[in-house]
Every structure is written in C-alpha cells, then in structure tokens.
C-alpha cells in the first residue's frame, strides 16, 4: 500500500522544525543534504497580505488557533488547520489543488471553520508525527484534535499529495458524517 | 489629571468579555445598559481579509502571537499587539489615526514586529487590567510584556484615543531607547 515512490516523494515534504517548545518559525528546511537552502529572510512585499495565503480568498478565515477553536465550537463545525509554508514547492502544490477546486471550495465554505498556518501553535496534538508542511488536521466542536482522519502515507499521517484531491474531500465528507453521528 | 470627561469617555470604551480561561470571541458589547446592542453576527463579506485589517496594508503584520513573540525574539524588536474589534468605534477611530500617521506608519515598519487581534489570547498578561479594546500592549525581545509601557488614563492603562497619536509615538519612541539602555 506505501510504495517506495510515495514514501520517498514524502520524505521531500518540508519539515518544520521544533524548537523546544518555544513557538516556532516554520522555515523552510530542505531535507536534501548539501544543497544549501537559499534564505528565506521575509521580502518586503507590500502587497497586503491576506489570511486565506491564497487557499482560497473567497472563504473565511480564522486569523488564530484561539479564534478557530471558538468558532468551530460555537458553530458546531469541524475546524480545519492546513499547515504550509510559503515557499515549499508541495505547499504551493497543494494550495493550488485546494483553492481551484470547486468542491472543496464549498465544503470549506459551509462546513467548515478554516485556519491556515505558516507557524506552529503550542498545542502538541496538531503534531501527533511531526512538524511537516504541507499537513492538515481536523478538529471536532468538541475541540477534540481528530488523529484518525489521515491521508494514506504510513509515515506522514496528515499529508496529503495535491495530484489526490480525492482523499482531503473524501475527509471532509466524513467529518461532516461524523457530526451527524458520533457528536 | 484624569478629569471626568476623559473617564467618562473611557468607560464607554468597549469590554472585551472573559469567559474563563477559554479563548475569547471579542464580541462588541455595549456598555451603555438598556441599549440593546444590534447582533454582530459574521457578515460574509467576500472581500479577501487582510492581515492589516486597515491598521496599515503596507506594514508587515504578523498573523498570530507566537509568530509575533518569534519575530521580536530573533529580530531584537519590540513587539506592538493591538488588541481591537472590527464593529467598536472607539477602535476604528484609533485605527484610522494609526493608519494615516506617517510618523508612526514608518515607525511600525522599521522598528516594530507588528500583531493585531480581534480575538484575545491566552496569555494574561496582555491584558494586565482588563480586555478592553482598543488596547496596545508592548512586549520587549526578551518576551517580557512590558505593563510599564502605558497610556494616560488610570483605570485604562493601555487605551489611547485617537485624538491623541502623540502618545502612541513618544511610547515608541521609548520602546526604541529601552532596546539600547536596557536591553
């Protein structure tokens, strides 16, 4: 079921590092040793940054983990978190997916609470296999951090490939049957 | 030094209310009792939000406190956390005055990691008297808030009102000398 190829494409997704438990800047860190990764010092765009970072501007977006989990409580809806990075190629790959495609635009919009991060928040079960990017994990209106909604690599639980648009709508699917269900 | 009008003014300043230690909406609430307020119910604006939220669109905002506390860390700035709400006038007329002073627009860009939240955190000490908005709060690189960094009314240590920016300035200007003195 985890075939070389996969694992090993999985193996160049970016891992954020973890310092201590101090927050953490999510740099972009090339796992390929000897390349020397090019700065990744903030550019002074001043173009006005926006909260959806482009994974969708049509949607709302939590600006906080605080802000997310409030209102996924109070609405009764699953709280998505995507972590990404700006400038990890498979963030982009998957944003890119994401914000094109129709049906998860709507079930993001109606169902769900939505938090993108470039930053790790100190809550440890948004971790449960690490600080990669990109990584998405679903949280229920209880606030209770949904380990067993994953994607289908072994190694890396919440990752998901943007080539398989199928698996983050079909987790989406389930987390809204779960509402009717087990909540 | 504190006459009547300036306190009566401040009351009316909005709470931001504190429902135990859980992360907090800001809701707008009004003071004035037997006003009911109108509800603030999200509106679905499909305006991309900005990180600015109108407090600055050129200024590089951090999206949230962790990030900010990394960013002022390993920058050696102070950081500025303004703690506001999208629907309260007190705020918008603070952020209006903030947004249209060259002076401190320049200020916050060269010299200052920038946060501003319509939602409050969980670190109490951002909120050393009270979560009213608006309210500027100054943490140092060390990661010390700094509750000696205030504005001029008693009972609203953090409050400024919009007709007074010289205020915000001279208290940037002395975050900007504490760095060299006593940092």
């Not at 079921?1 to 494409?9: D, I, L």
């Not at 928040?121 to 951090?145: E, M």
């Amino acid at each position: 079921m985890f075939g070389n190829g996969s694992e090993s494409r999985l193996r160049d997704l970016e891992i954020m590092p973890g310092l201590l438990s101090a927050p953490v800047l999510l740099a972009a860190v090339s796992s390929s040793l000897g390349k020397p990764e090019t700065r990744t010092a903030p550019k002074p765009e001043r173009v006005p940054q926006t909260l959806s970072r482009g994974w969708g501007d049509e949607l709302i977006w939590a600006q906080t983990y605080e802000e997310a989990l409030y209102r996924a409580k109070s609405s009764t809806k699953f709280l998505m978190v995507i972590f990404h990075l700006e400038n990890c190629p498979h963030s982009s790959a998957l944003k890119k997916a994401f914000a094109e495609n129709k049906k998860i635009q709507k079930m993001a919009d109606e169902d769900f609470i939505l938090l993108n991060l470039v930053f790790e928040t100190t809550d440890k079960h948004l971790s449960p296999d690490g600080q990669y990017v990109p990584r998405i994990l679903f949280v229920d209106p209880s606030l209770t951090v949904r380990a067993d909604i994953t994607g289908r690599y072994a190694d890396r639980l919440y990752a998901y490939e943007p080539s398989d648009v199928g698996l983050p709508i079909s987790n989406m699917k389930k987390a809204k049957k779960l509402l009717k269900t087990e909540l």
